[in-house]
């Protein structure tokens, strides 16, 4: 009798591809590690570059929008309200540029085993978010050098940093699954974060939207996101649109929804196109 022969392959179920992430989770923790070392690898300043971009942008955001435009910020110091901003924007733009190009800078993997793609892409964002902690700590010290203290509502961050997370991860799998068909994308990418910095209100609040325009402006999912880490760190006259939120949320899980649909769909592709 001929042995039973198991061919291992993806459960194209999307429902299962968290369970899927757990089996392979020491691979998923070794690419991340991966990425962690080669990001700063055989760099001059390392990990200040996590320092560097956001800090360089507030400077850049504070004297075009607080200086120059004077626009409001609340009865907060603009420097630490755009900061605010800047940590979600930040962990947003890194995780969505590193996990559209993820798969085609896997390819050598990808090609040779089978192990869920989703690992890539999704390891991407991991990375990213070590940038977020470290930028983290350089707002605790701007916050330090104000004298500025958060107020109670600090502890709701989280939840919007899941927010931010499920943002990034969504989106990423869309660039990730689309520029492995169609390497246009590669282009896209960098146009939409760029656009993205000055259709978000990370430079300015969001109260500065006309009324009508508001929740049409919230269908942006940063923007929900971006809010409520103002409203969350910031407190004071920084207050939460609620159906803005509503807006971004439910954008936010369509983008993660269709995301794992449609790469799930494609995968099976991916070794014979990249």
Partial sequence: ??????????????????????RYRELFYFLAWRDIKVRYKQTAIGVAWSVLRPLL?????????????????????????????????????????DSSASLVNSANLVTKVYFPRLIVPTSAVVVSAVDFLISAVLLAVLMGAYRFAPTWKVVALPLFLLLAVGAATGA?????????????????????????????????????????????????????????????????????????LLASTAIVLVLLATGLVYFRRVELGFADII
């Fill in 172 to 244: 990423g799998i869309w660039m990730a699954a689309l520029n492995v068909r169609y390497r246009d994308f590669r282009f896209l990418v960098p146009f939409v974060i760029q656009f993205g910095l000055y259709v978000s209100p990370v430079g300015y609040v969001s109260a500065v939207v006309p009324g009508r325009w508001r929740l049409l402006y919230s269908l942006n999912p940063m923007v929900g996101v971006i809010d409520g880490f103002r409203w969350a760190i910031c407190g004071g006259d920084h207050t939460l649109y609620v159906p803005g």
């Fill in 57 to 97: 942008s507030m400077i850049v955001l504070t004297v075009v929008f607080g200086r120059l435009a004077n626009l409001p910020s609340g009865n907060v110091p603009y420097p630490i309200m755009v900061f605010a901003a800047m940590l979600p924007w930040q962990f947003f733009a890194n995780a969505l540029s």
């Fill in 1 to 22: 009798m001929p042995p039973e022969i198991h061919v291992i392959g993806p459960n194209r179920s999307a429902r299962h591809s968290a369970s899927e992430l757990w």
